[in-house]
């Protein structure tokens, strides 16, 4: 089926040490994003890709990045993860929005199941 | 960015119909309201989606009312295994032409035997 696939599912790292997430999917979709969620809370967008174009949240650390270098694989890289970083790391995907009232809508997201991070 | 207000939480038995409200104020004109369930250790999964009036599908019925300032997602004859935490969500559109939401609190149902 197609879905969206994140690698791995559990992550740890050590304090400081560059963390890789990776996320493919198999919806041509054009649109991916990485949400961060922490227990108990929603989840917060760090940055999305429409296409190779990079929109980055205002309030996303430097400290997160992100690589998309084809449709299907996007990372979310974390240059010196701190305590604070622990958290469920999800992906989704959508088509580009598309104005249109009264119809099914082509945004959509579908999130992949995770990657929890842990950070000692 | 239109926020949402959703009740924090909810309790409701088997086989009963659960209603729960969210609060956008603030919504506008091109934005759609969705609703996510979130299972514990998993990603979001969508529900439905609608801009006005009434929405149903397979799992679940959408209300809309005519100045969109709140919206009702209507689950009938919940099971245990509806137990999760049900997202409101309205998006906005960026300078990229893409379709992005903020999400809320969340409501957590929980479904009693």
Request: charged share 15%; proline share 6%; glycine share 6%.
């Amino acid at each position: 089926d197609a879905m969206v696939i994140q690698n791995p599912r559990y992550q740890v790292t050590q304090f400081g040490k560059p963390v890789t997430l990776s996320c493919s999917q198999t919806l041509n979709h054009n649109v991916m994003y990485w949400y961060q969620q922490k227990s108990s809370q929603a989840p917060k967008l760090l940055f999305h890709y429409y296409d190779k174009d990079f929109n980055n949240e205002a309030d996303t650390p430097d400290n997160f990045q992100s690589r998309r270098p084809n449709t299907s694989f996007c990372f979310l890289d974390i240059r010196s993860p701190g305590l604070g970083d622990a958290a469920m790391y999800l992906c989704a995907t959508s088509r580009p929005w598309t104005s249109g009232r009264d119809t099914a809508s082509t945004d959509t997201q579908y999130f992949g199941p995770g990657t929890r991070l842990t950070v000692l | 960015l239109a926020k949402t207000t959703q009740p924090i939480s909810m309790d409701s038995y088997e086989g009963q119909e659960v209603n729960i409200t969210c609060s956008h104020n603030n919504i506008a004109t091109n934005d759609y309201i969705t609703w996510y369930q979130q299972f514990p250790s998993q990603g979001p999964r969508f529900i439905i989606q609608g801009y006005k009036t009434k929405v149903t599908n397979e799992v679940a019925s959408l209300f809309i009312p005519a100045d969109r300032k709140s919206s009702t997602l209507s689950l009938p004859r919940v099971s245990l295994s509806d137990t999760a935490v049900y997202y409101c969500l309205v998006g906005d559109i960026c300078a990229s032409g893409t379709y992005k939401y903020i999400f809320g609190t969340g409501t957590r149902l929980k479904v009693l035997a």
